[in-house]
């Protein structure tokens, strides 16, 4: 059966609706759009990815720029694509952070009297300068992490004239459902991230796969069952090597199966209240309130 529907607007107000396009099409037309640009392949996206999700048309944007001149382009771009209806630009730029957190340490009593230098690399923070005690150190650490625009926070403030050694372990990013290798070896899915609220930086990584125990706990369990148990571990950040499209890991098959089980009880979710660092959402993301700091 045909249905014949009548439009109650006239022709020339019919030409002025915007072109409807599936919101996938939307999106893959901004990336390759973005992609295209030399400015923003360069500049950017050498460095750090940029968010875009489309609902019914409308664009959000999220991440984090060097410059206000790149956010900026980035938006006109992502207006000029076909099919988009609306545009909410949530990029950060650099110097945005820098001011933030500059203005959290001179308002918070332990660090106000003492000069740190701050600054930003795509939401990176660095700490740089000396403060008279390893307190005052820790505790500009918490301050900067407190906002929520900072993506990670690089401690490198000194107690000493004596230079401060550079962090020598790469800031890891790993993606909730990227595959996790071992040395050679397959081993699992990343499930969830940890994140230590001190720096906003990832501490240990949640990963779910087929892997076995240490030891069996059932002798008499078959040797093909033992080894196609599901198991999720925790994996210290320390032990990530690098991240790509996948996560790499610098231990052996043999090494990993001896990482402890995940035990929810050993972290705590955050709450509505707490924004998380890009490039994660909260429903990926647990907190470690062990103090714990991450390197």
């Given amino acids: 059966m045909s249905v014949k529907l009548k439009l109650a607007v006239d022709r020339a107000t019919l030409d002025r609706l915007p072109e409807y396009l599936p919101d996938q099409e939307i999106k893959r037309a901004i990336e390759q759009a973005l992609g295209e640009d030399e400015l923003i392949r360069l500049g950017v996206f050498a460095y750090t990815p940029i968010e875009i999700t489309v609902q019914a048309g409308r664009v959000t944007l ?37 001011v933030a957190v500059a ?6 009593p332990r660090t106000r009297e003492h000069l740190a230098q701050v600054s930003s690399r795509f939401g990176h923070v660095f700490l740089q300068g000396q403060v008279p005690s390893l307190e005052i150190q820790m505790a500009a650490e918490e301050v900067a992490a407190t906002v929520p625009q900072v993506r990670g926070v690089i401690n490198r403030l000194r107690t000493s004239p004596t230079p401060v050694a550079k962090a020598t372990r790469w800031i890891v990013e790993p993606r909730v459902g990227q595959d996790v290798y071992a040395v050679n070896v397959h081993i699992g899915q990343v499930d969830k991230v940890i994140i230590s609220p001190l720096s906003r930086r990832v501490s240990a990584v949640i990963v779910r796969g087929e892997l076995p125990h240490p030891q069996p706990t059932d002798p008499q369990q078959e040797l093909e ?34 990482l402890p089980d995940f035990n929810p009880a050993d972290f705590v979710r955050p709450d509505a209240a707490w924004q998380p660092p890009f490039p994660y959402h909260r429903e990926e993301v647990l907190l470690n309130l062990s103090h714990e700091r991450v390197g």
């Fill in 62 to 98: 999220r991440g984090h720029v060097n410059t206000s001149a790149e956010r900026q382009r980035i938006q006109e771009i992502a207006q000029e694509v076909r099919g988009v209806q609306g545009l909410e630009n949530r990029l950060v730029v650099d110097y945005e952070v820098e």
């Fill in 103 to 108: 203005q959290a340490l001179a308002h918070d």
């Fill in 225 to 258: 069952a033992w080894l196609e148990q599901e198991r999720t571990v925790v994996v210290p950040a320390e032990y990530v090597d690098f991240v790509s499209t996948a996560v790499f890991l610098t231990l052996t098959a043999l090494e990993y199966v001896q």
